[in-house]
């Protein structure tokens, strides 16, 4: 368990106060901006030591000098009372680093004596590492701290808040979980820096050089920084004292021009639509087939030139026959590969098919060996594409499956096995550096209990596998739904059935200290999939509502699904929609142009799996109104995905061999 230790002044030092002795420490116990300090003038001069760059949506600042000593000052700008570095601080930097290779070691910050140029402390990054060196006593004597599995040097930006207080150094990167490493000797007390000079980005010759982006440099004296920073609404730029050239959000030069030589990382992709996420932030795409250009804004891509499409009509586009009954399809993309569908086929023989987009169709690509499979979920991890498939055969013990792709044989292959208990469903996530898996178990096969635990496994970077982290008391879980509201991070479960009844509650939990707590609980009859989506700024869930029975009397199927929003007053998701729904067991959100649309799974009226499938537009202060229906015959799951084909809509029958996909014509 990790243990935040806050940084205070020294218990020496207080007692020297208490005493009623004359103390003052060597400098303000206010944050420095370091990177300020070293900066030079904008002007001429500049152009050969400093190059402003825009990178991923931020600003950040890249040595150019042919001096490695360019950016620095004496320490004695700062340590006006006394010459001791404190014994108690915080440093904290933004940074984008790239790839390092193996045994390469760049300075973020030293300090050095001038004369004899040995290093009194240095922030020091390699490989997956983030070291922090301090002189020891003795000629060219030094300690180092060493955090390992950082993830710093990925080419994305990062906040680090580095506290040293006494025994204990304590890393938080990105406002997660504090890393605290235990020294057998202190921090000194008494580091000596007369006659020092802080180096930005060096620690005074060319070896060692900084060749990433520096966006914020800071030195908190006597405290820790970590709970000025965090949480954030943006963890990755959490800012403390940022220069205010970087800040800006528009460059303003004066009449003389006085800004550093800039440039803008930007990189147009064309094809098919890449993915948009924080990594992607500020890169472009543009669509041959819809001829636009888009921008990724960290989760989305938006149009900046673009004719805007409207849906016209739905058609019938292709007659996709399973290996049998398919109960899931997941769409996803393989980086050089294109574009792949997984189904969930209910038979244990042949198994589950593979799917690759091919020549404007989904053509069998690989069969996979599945034990009455009901979802697939597809995820990263460290650029690694895996598959993990929700079996629920009845049987002890009770196994689901992940698979990786294999690059050089161009196949999922099994990775790692994970007991489950008739698991419907997996769920995907990231929080901050971390990632996780969890399983929607639905009931226990010796007993048929549906009050069981739900399993939350976290990825070990060390071991590479997926591990226990959390459990949660479910009632016949169907679904998982993740989604991230500003800095907050939320699961909400679909609760199907609790040995009695449908009519239960399903919980949204939230992510607070290093766990999942329980948020708020929704009324729910028969709870088969949640879906998440944003319009304009406001956030919504939409349950299916599949079905209300009772011991106490027959089932209903023909019954209401609830569309909810989140209510910034009470912090809580209230009524918003009420939508009629025949045993609906999926939604799926989609945009087109400017229209926001929803489509339903109906798969049974209490009669007949042969129904309606409906397609909802947004329309404001209406809500979402019906504009087209679908025939489908034992509908299951909708899945939306866009080709330079267009846009196309596909859904897997779970009473046929025969899914279909529809394409959406627009005009």
Known sequence: MLVCRPL????????????????????????????????????????????????????????TGSVPTALSFTASHIFTNCNYFPSEFS?????????????????ILSVVKEESASLLLGLRVSENHLHLLTAAPGPGGRRRISFKNVGLDDNRWHTLVLAVSGHYAMLTVDCGLPVELKQVQSFPSTL????????????????????????????????????RLC?????????????????????????????????AEARVTAGERPPCSGPEKGQLWFNVQRKGLFICDGTTWTALLQNKERLDYVEDYQDLYTRSETLDVEVFSIPSEGLFMAAANKASRPGSGIYRWQNGSFQLYQNISTQEARAWKHFKIDGK?????????????????????????????LYQTLETHAAQDWEAF???????????????????????????????PDTKLFEVNQTLTTFGAYDWEFFTIGPYHFLVVANTFNGQTTTISSTIYVWVDGCFRSFQNITTKGATDWEMFQIDGRFFLAVANSQQFSSRGPSLYNINSTVYELNMLTQTFIH?????????????????????????????????????????????????????????????????????????????????????????RTY
């Open 430 to 460: 990231q929080i901050h550096n971390s990632s996780f898996l969890v399983v929607a178990n639905h009931r226990r096969a010796r007993d048929s209990n549906h009050n069981i635990q739900s399993v939350i496994y976290r990825w070990n």
């Open 385 to 413: 594409i895996f598959l993990v498939v929700a079996d629920s055969r009845k049987a002890e013990p009770e196994m689901s499956v992940i698979y990786r792709w294999n690059r050089r044989r161009k196949r999922f292959l």
């Open 91 to 107: 440093l904290v930097a933004t940074v984008k680093i790239p790839r390092l290779r193996q045994k390469t070691n760049q300075y």
């Open 8 to 63: 205070l002044v020294t218990l020496a030092l207080l007692a020297s106060l208490v005493r009623g002795q004359s103390w003052r420490p060597c400098t303000d116990l206010l944050p420095i901006d370091l990177l300020s300090r070293a900066l030079p003038r904008p002007g001429p001069a500049a152009a050969s030591q400093v190059q402003m760059v825009q990178s991923r949506g931020s600003r950040g600042i890249r040595l």
């Open 576 to 664: 918003f929609q009420d939508i009629p729904t025949h045993s609906a067991v999926d939604w799926e959100f989609f945009t087109i142009g400017d229209e926001k649309f929803l489509v339903v799974a109906n798969s049974h009226d209490g009669s007949s799996y042969s129904l309606n499938s409906v397609v909802y537009r947004w329309q404001g202060y209406e809500g979402f109104i019906s504009v087209h229906s679908l025939p489908t015959f034992g509908c299951r799951d909708w899945e939306h995905f866009t080709t330079d084909q267009g846009s196309f809509l596909v859904y897997s029958s779970a009473t046929s061999r025969l899914s279909k996909v529809f394409r959406l």
């Open 192 to 227: 000596n820096t007369q006659g020092s000079k802080f180096i930005i980005g060096s620690r005074g010759h060319w070896r060692g050089h900084f060749s990433g982006l520096l966006r914020q440099l800071v030195l908190l004296p006597g405290s820790d920084a970590r709970p």
């Open 231 to 263: 949480p954030n609404s943006e963890p990755s730029l959490a800012e403390l004292l940022v220069p205010q050239v970087l800040r800006s959000a528009l460059l303003q030069p004066d009449q003389q021009g006085s800004v550093y030589p800039y440039e």
